[in-house]
């Protein structure tokens, strides 16, 4: 029968040679082994010493994603960036910036960044602005910037004041974020309300204490005992403590 054909190993019929073939034929068929052998294990250049056990083992370890010469690592051949970065769990980042203009990752719409970092949509924030606008003052009992749900710009004011309506008529109030008072005070002698002391005198009419003659009187400056501690009191307010912010911009 004619000769067969094959390039690889697994190409080869065990059947062949069949009996009646000619002996003549059996070079023909000792080359095409060689050669089959030759293409399936291109690069054994040496005695493979491994038994089959540990061949099979190797042979079904996967393959590596990544190799390397030793300096430059590289994908392996049918290998991706983003399945490798699948295997090691690596997200890529919402936003990434040339360090001038920052822009959206591909597949991330702003909504979704509005969504993650809880601000509103623009639609929202414009609204919101519109009713907070410059010089707009907001209290809250939450430490979050209005910034980050307004947007616009906002400082922090008032730190250990209350608010106070504005009073054309009253010097003290009459400016627009004038800021005054104090949380103590001391009285001064004007601040006292009117009041009194008792004190016993002598009546020296008759026989008089000395330095005064019988059946008359005699005269003199005293001072009561002193009293009080002179300190400041308080003259604070009940009052609910907030944060508090002006928007500027």
Known sequence: MALETGTYIDSLNVNNPAAPDALSQADDHLRLLKSTIKATFPHVSGAITGTHTAINTKVGEGAAAIVSDGTTPTLSSGITGTEVKTLLGVVEPAISSDGSAPSLTTGIDAAEVLSLIGAAPASTTA?????????SVYTSVVATSPAT?????????????????????????????????????????????????????????????????????????????????????????????????????
């Open 149 to 249: 749900h307004f947007g616009g710009t906002w400082v922090a004011i008032g730190a250990g004041r209350v608010l106070v309506g504005i009073d054309a008529s009253d010097t003290d109030f009459d400016t627009v974020e004038a800021i005054g008072g104090v949380k103590t005070h001391t009285l001064t002698v004007d601040e006292m309300p009117a009041h009194t002391h008792s004190m016993t005198i002598e009546n020296t009419q008759g026989a008089g204490s000395a330095g005064a003659e019988n059946g008359t009187s005699s005269f003199s400056t005293v001072n009561t005992s002193s009293t009080g501690g002179g300190q400041a009191h308080t003259i604070v307010q009940p009052y609910l403590v907030v944060y508090m912010w002006k928007r500027t911009g």
């Open 127 to 135: 609204t919101l602005l519109a009713v907070y606008p410059v010089g």
